[in-house]
């Protein structure tokens, strides 16, 4: 279960450089439900995402999620510095866990193979904007999996997952379903807003004690563990 929320964690990563006359500031809202859930996480879902909001100005990005009734993390990105901090809130305890874009890259499969995405006719309205749809694959080992998504141009785009095959996208991806655990994860934005973000939402507040991520995987262990007594 720690797992899971070190990957929704960094669900959302990498706030690319922009093209002129897109949206580059302002905050998404998106919907998340789950698919093909497997026996073992049935009991659990209630704890998973069930919805996100991302703030965006720049090479900078901050996304919330909540977390069940653990509490919510937060997700900063700085292109500018190379640098992404999670922020766990649970059960009051406060987390920050650090990590560069090398060691974000260093997880990448070296044995994928990006294929050139394929571009289908049909188009879909999501939260205003009108969507390509788009379909990624990768191949690893003899699988080819595929991504479907639909994205705009209008606003400038963030990789998702730290996902290769999403720097090919040439703007946001306002709904898409991504494989994790066997289970499928179904997000959609309900709600595009252009407005002023504060630089302040991309610090990391003084009240969140800094750890590796081996403490963070204990410290959350000791809290689930109690939380379960």
Not at 40 to 68: H, P
Not at 79 to 99: E, I, M, Q, Y
Not at 137 to 151: A, N
Request: aromatic share 10%.
């Amino acid at each position: 279960m720690v797992r899971l929320f070190l990957f929704f964690s960094l669900l959302f990563v990498f706030a690319k450089s922009q093209a002129q006359n897109v949206i580059n500031e302002g905050k998404i809202l998106f919907d998340i439900s789950y698919e093909d859930v497997p026996l073992q996480y049935k009991s659990k879902v209630e704890q998973l995402a069930k919805d996100a909001v991302i703030y965006f100005k720049g090479n900078k990005s901050r996304t919330e999620m909540g977390i069940g009734i653990f509490g919510k993390n937060t997700t900063i990105v700085d292109k500018d510095s190379n640098t992404v901090f999670v922020l766990l809130t649970v059960f009051g305890n406060r987390f920050a866990l650090k990590k560069t874009t090398q060691e974000l890259a260093q997880l990448k499969n070296t044995n994928q193979m990006v294929l050139k995405p394929i571009l289908l006719p049909d188009e879909r309205m999501i939260a205003g904007f009108k969507c390509k749809h788009l379909v990624l694959q990768t191949v690893l080992k003899s699988d080819t999996l595929e991504t479907h998504c639909w994205y705009t141009p209008e606003i400038s785009p963030i990789n998702f997952n730290n996902d290769p095959a999403f720097e090919q996208i040439e703007g946001m991806v306002l709904e898409f379903f991504i494989q994790a655990d066997e289970m499928k994860i179904h997000l959609t934005a309900k709600e595009v807003a252009k407005a002023p973000i504060e630089n302040s939402l991309f610090k990391v507040p003084l009240n969140y004690q800094m750890v590796d991520e081996t403490e963070l995987n204990k410290r959350m262990e000791q809290i689930m563990n109690k939380g379960q007594d």
